[in-house]
């Protein structure tokens, strides 16, 4: 059963970083695109990012491109997702997803950033 | 970038009734790349439809999608109060990937 599970929210000031992890079981994770994607408050799905199986291929929302950087470790089946000059606007549940082509087909339980002085 | 609009925003339904949900884009979705998903209060989403027909695996056969160019839709049949829940189309045609903002289902 494919498990991802997310850590490293909490509360930023704005400007300030955050860094946050999820650990993948369950699955080739070695194989998969995988993917972050956001909940803004009591709002819609918003995608953030990609990074493909090589940690080679990244792609990203033009509003968090320069400011969050994705990478991952294939040996240790976790995803990252470095986050500086946060803004408020990035407050939001940060949901872990496996990239099928394009269709996220497994999520985290997600992890909440809040971006507040 | 490929603006998806969902409608209706909210849905009253009744136990039993067949429901359409409509997914309309700015731009044609090539291939028919089109997902549907599901967001239960308090949980995270659950991929149904992807390729705009194609069920994910576990996914009861009384949800079905259809659809192709700008216009997609989802229909439940035999809604049941687990059915309750936060419909959101995606498209994955291009990047950025998008979503729609979403129709809620309430029995």
Redesign the interface.
């Known amino acids: 059963e494919v498990d991802l599970v997310e850590s490293g929210g909490g509360l930023v000031q704005p400007g300030g970083s955050l860094r946050l992890s999820c650990k993948a079981s369950g699955f080739n994770f070695y194989n998969y695109n995988m993917?972050w994607v956001r909940q803004l408050p009591g709002?819609?799905?918003?995608?953030v990012g990609?990074i493909d199986p090589y940690d080679s291929g990244k792609?990203y929302?033009?509003s968090v491109r320069g400011r969050f950087t994705l990478s991952r470790d294939n040996a240790e089946r976790s995803l990252f997702l470095q986050m500086n000059s946060l803004r408020d606007d990035d407050t939001a549940v940060y949901?872990c997803a496996r990239d099928a082509?394009?269709?996220?087909?497994s999520?985290?339980?997600?992890t909440l950033v809040t971006v507040s002085s | 970038e490929i603006v998806l609009t969902q409608s209706p925003g909210t849905l009253s339904v009744s136990p039993g009734d067949r429901v359409t949900l409509s997914c309309r884009a700015s731009q044609i979705v090539e291939h028919q790349?089109l997902?549907w998903?599901q967001q239960k209060p308090g949980q995270?989403?659950?991929?149904l439809v992807?390729g705009a027909s194609t069920r994910?695996a576990g996914v009861p056969d009384r949800f079905s999608g259809s659809g192709a160019g700008r216009d997609f839709s989802l229909t439940i049949s035999g809604l049941g109060p687990e059915d309750c829940a936060i419909y959101?189309c995606?498209h994955?045609?291009s990047?950025?990937?998008?979503?729609?903002?979403?129709t809620k289902v309430e029995i």
Do not use: I
Not at chain 2, 44 to 47: C, D, E, Y
Not at chain 2, 95 to 102: H, M, N, S, V
């Open positions: 993917a709002k819609g799905l918003q995608w990609s792609y929302l033009d949901y082509f394009g269709v996220f087909d999520w985290g339980q997600g | 790349y997902a998903y995270s989403p659950r991929v992807y994910a959101y995606q994955y045609s990047l950025p990937r998008t979503f729609g903002q979403g």
